[in-house]
């Protein structure tokens, strides 16, 4: 079962940028749909954005509360997914980890986004 390391996150300003990487242990060529999802405190873990490949297209969903300001992508070759996070509001506070979709059940640590002025 493919494995999952997520990283990049940290205290970011409201407004501000953050990148989140997922490294897996295994090839994501075969796994059609790859996903971000976040947990908050105290709330239960939700999705954030997914992209799924078909036929050499990218198809892509995310969230209506994240919609216009993230944005998911996938390199196949290097098996490395990424949440590429603008406009940050305090709201997007989370830990956030990757998965496909729908989710295995081999979660990784996950990476605290924290965004707070």
């Known amino acids: 079962q493919v494995q999952f390391v997520e990283s990049g996150g940290g205290l970011v300003q409201p407004g501000g940028s953050l990148r989140l990487s997922c490294a897996t242990s295994?090839?994501?060529?075969?796994?059609?749909?790859m996903a971000w999802y976040r947990q908050a405190p105290g709330k239960q873990r939700e999705l954030v954005a997914r992209s799924r490949v078909g036929d050499s297209v990218v198809y892509t969903f995310y969230a209506d509360s994240v919609r216009g300001r993230f944005t998911i992508a996938r390199l196949d070759a290097k098996n490395t997914v990424y949440l590429q996070m603008n406009s940050l509001k305090p709201e997007d506070t989370a830990v956030y980890y990757c998965?496909?979709?729908?989710?295995?059940?081999?979660w990784g640590q996950g990476t605290q986004v924290t965004v707070s002025s």
């Open positions: 998965n496909t979709y729908p989710a295995t059940s081999s």
């Open positions: 295994g090839s994501i060529n075969d796994i059609y749909t």
